[in-house]
């Protein structure tokens, strides 16, 4: 079993900044890809960006690529999503993901391939 909490979510300006942080806890050995998710009331959940162990394979939806930015510190069992130049339709709950299985080399984007989440956290911008 893997544990994962977000931090770090709340209400920004448009072309603002918000970094959120997940902590990992429990079996964070058997992890080996991280993934950030968003999902907006009444729409899919989707991927936002996605990173395996070494970090070697990244992936990054196209509406956020150039202005996210995915990381961990795994010192710590913690990463991050930096959000940079926030639009309004970046406005959604956030969640922090993990999977046990490896990355294909096009990146780790299919949700179904993620056991473990988070609770998520409330990304708001405002126009």
């Known amino acids: 079993q893997v544990w994962l909490v977000e931090s770090g979510g709340g209400l920004v300006q448009a072309a603002g900044s918000l970094t959120l942080s997940c902590a990992a806890s429990?079996?964070?050995?058997?992890?080996?890809?991280i993934g950030w998710f968003r999902q907006a009331p009444g729409k899919e959940r989707e991927v936002v960006a996605a990173?395996?162990?070494?970090?070697?394979?990244?992936y990054y939806a196209d509406s956020v690529k150039g202005r996210f930015t995915i990381s961990r510190d795994n010192s710590k069992n913690t990463r991050y999503l930096q959000m940079k130049n926030l639009k309004p339709e970046d406005t959604a709950v956030y969640y922090c993901a993990a999977r046990e299985g490896y990355c294909p080399g096009n990146g780790c984007y299919d949700r179904a391939d993620y056991k473990y989440w988070g609770p998520g956290t409330q990304v708001t911008v405002s126009s």
């Open positions: 990173m395996n162990m070494n970090g070697a394979i990244t």
């Open positions: 429990g079996r964070t050995f058997s992890i080996n890809a």
